[in-house]
């Protein structure tokens, strides 16, 4: 059932492998943008999110750690640049 919602999900973003991962992850942090006032508040809930997410494909679907981690560097980099910009232009 998970691999499913995971197929699902992946495939309404457009994009191949890993870019879809780095899709996701904006997606997350551009909605969680619009329900945290504060500047790190997206950021943390996209790396949640991500936690998350790639924890139930190391359990549910006994992804390689090594695959894992870069999933999870693809989902959290680009967000991480955006609120690190965010913060310094303040």
Not at 5 to 31: A, E, H, K
Not at 32 to 42: E, I, M, N, T
Request: glycine residues 4%.
């Amino acid at each position: 059932m998970y691999s499913n919602f995971r197929v699902l999900l992946l495939n309404t973003i457009p994009g191949n492998c890993f870019s879809d991962f780095i899709y996701l992850g904006m997606l997350i942090f551009i909605i969680a943008d619009f329900f945290s006032h504060k500047k790190w508040g997206p950021f943390i809930i996209t790396v949640a999110f991500s936690i998350a997410f790639k924890a139930c494909d190391y359990v549910l679907l006994n992804q390689s750690s090594s695959l894992v981690i870069e999933q999870f560097l693809h989902m959290i980099f680009l967000p991480l640049v955006l609120s690190f910009l965010y913060t310094r232009r303040s």
